[in-house]
């Protein structure tokens, strides 16, 4: 079975184990957009309150890069699939935790996104190190590309089919199917990730080493502050562009088609991408979808009807993939063109994942202090052009990135 999609995919180089974890990441995307959107607006319901989701969220981000540095000890003591394990299973509790706080969720906002948070710090510091481990250059646009289509395809998919389900079930009881739903999806990646190779590393875990390389790499240094500024946008827009559009459009079932326009495009589009864009063209393509991605924030803002909202989305959708493929392509190139790449992979890692997490963490601080001041309704769409830009910004950090320079020699 594995030849045959082998073949299909028409790459002689993918491997059993890269296939597992697209499946892996599948399923993860499935089960997350089923409900990880709605999440937001379950709280909101219960509590109304911009404050409360944005706590929510705050603690996702605080407790994701901590997990990270802990998981990042785990990965160098014991087999990395088994982080991987830890996080998928998690993130199973989390949902199995809203099911059981019910209707009084959003009094728990704070430990629900810390338990988020954790698992998310569990899974993704394993899934990149993995991605690392088992993707080479030549595969690399290849993985990066088809684990979008995956994502784009759950994206499709899940909230469409939980905005359905919520909108024709009375009260909270379409939350109650969708969670539970979700969680049945990170019990099948805990079986698949069975199947994976052990993986295990050697040495001492010592990320703080990895983060002063800053003052030796330059390429590490600037791609870091990319990643500061895709946080940045990345930390208000993953919760206020939802809520934003429930309170315009009063449906969970207008939130789901428009996440499935967003997510339409973007799986032709990250099929498309990892063709079309190549290494010496990925600059460029961040340059044209940061801008673009940047400018489509005014659409977003000046929507009064449906049919904006979905050219918000469907123009999102097709940028995005141009940014994120050759962006995660570059940044794993420059990490694996680093010092001491082979033995500190995972130290890497871990340091894209805090400076990463501090902008989302500065993003969300900067929205609780405005809304302190300018009220939410007034001063959100201030918010989303300020922060709004944080894609715009990667691209004149990571102009200067020349892969093919070698790493300094360290004695």
Same mark, same amino acid.
């Given at each position: #079975? ?7 995919? *028409?790459?002689?180089?993918? $491997? ?30 219960? $509590? ?7 706590? &929510? ?45 019910? @209707? ?29 481990? /088992?993707? @080479? ?16 395809? =759950? =994206? ?28 049945? #999806? ?8 069975? =199947? ?37 946008? @990345? ?28 997510? =339409? ?23 044209? *979808? ?15 009807? #449906?049919? #904006? ?8 959708? /097709? ?7 050759? &962006? ?6 420059? /990490? ?11 130290? &890497?890692?871990?340091?894209? @994942? ?8 500065? *993003? ?48």
């Amino acid at each position: #079975m594995v030849s045959k999609l082998r073949a299909w995919l *028409s790459h002689e180089n993918v $491997s059993k184990d890269l296939l597992l974890l697209l499946l892996i990441g599948g399923l993860y995307s499935l089960g997350i957009f089923l409900s990880s959107t709605f999440v937001n607006i379950y709280l909101w319901k219960q $509590s109304n309150s911009y404050t409360d989701i944005a706590l &929510y969220n705050l603690s996702i981000y605080v407790l994701q890069p901590l997990t990270f540095i802990f998981a990042g000890k785990c990965a160098k003591r014991i087999d990395r699939v088994i982080v991987l394990r830890t996080g998928v299973t998690v993130l199973s509790l989390f949902f199995l935790t809203v099911l059981i706080v019910g @209707e009084r969720a959003a009094t728990f906002n704070i430990m629900l996104g810390s338990l988020l948070g954790i698992g998310y710090g569990f899974y993704w510091l394993a899934y990149n190190v993995l991605t690392f481990e /088992i993707t @080479e250059p030549d595969t690399r646009d290849f993985f990066n590309g088809f684990l979008g289509v995956l994502q784009s395809f =759950g =994206g499709m998919c899940g909230p469409l089919l939980a905005g359905y389900i919520i909108s024709r079930l009375n009260n909270f009881t379409g939350y109650t199917v969708i969670f539970t739903i979700s969680f049945v #999806m990170f019990i099948v990646a805990v079986l698949v990730s069975l =199947g994976l190779s052990r993986r295990k590393a050697k040495g001492n875990f010592s990320f703080r080493r990895i983060i002063n390389e800053r003052e030796n790499n330059p390429n590490w240094r600037r791609i870091l502050n990319a990643h500061v500024a895709q946080g940045f946008r @990345e930390g208000t827009f993953l919760f206020a562009v939802s809520i934003w559009i429930f309170l315009m459009t009063k449906d969970e079932l207008s939130l789901g088609v428009f996440n499935l326009v967003y997510s =339409g495009f973007s799986f032709l589009f990250f099929f498309l991408v990892s063709r079309w864009v190549k290494p010496r063209r990925r600059k460029k393509a961040i340059f044209i *979808s940061g801008l673009a991605l940047y400018l489509s924030v005014i659409i977003l803002l000046f929507s009064d009807t #449906m049919t #904006m909202l979905l050219i918000y989305g469907g123009i999102a959708g /097709i940028f995005f993939p141009l940014l994120y493929v050759p &962006y995660v392509s570059l940044t794993y190139d420059v /990490i694996g063109k680093s010092w001491n790449a082979a033995e500190m992979r995972i130290e &890497y890692i871990v340091v894209r @994942e805090i400076f990463l997490n501090f902008g989302r963490v500065l *993003s969300i601080i900067v929205f609780l202090l405005a809304i302190t001041v300018i009220p939410p309704e007034t001063g959100i769409p201030y918010i989303l052009l300020l922060v709004g830009g944080g894609h715009f910004l990667i691209y004149f950090f990571i102009k200067g990135i020349d892969t093919k320079i070698p790493p300094a020699s360290h004695n």
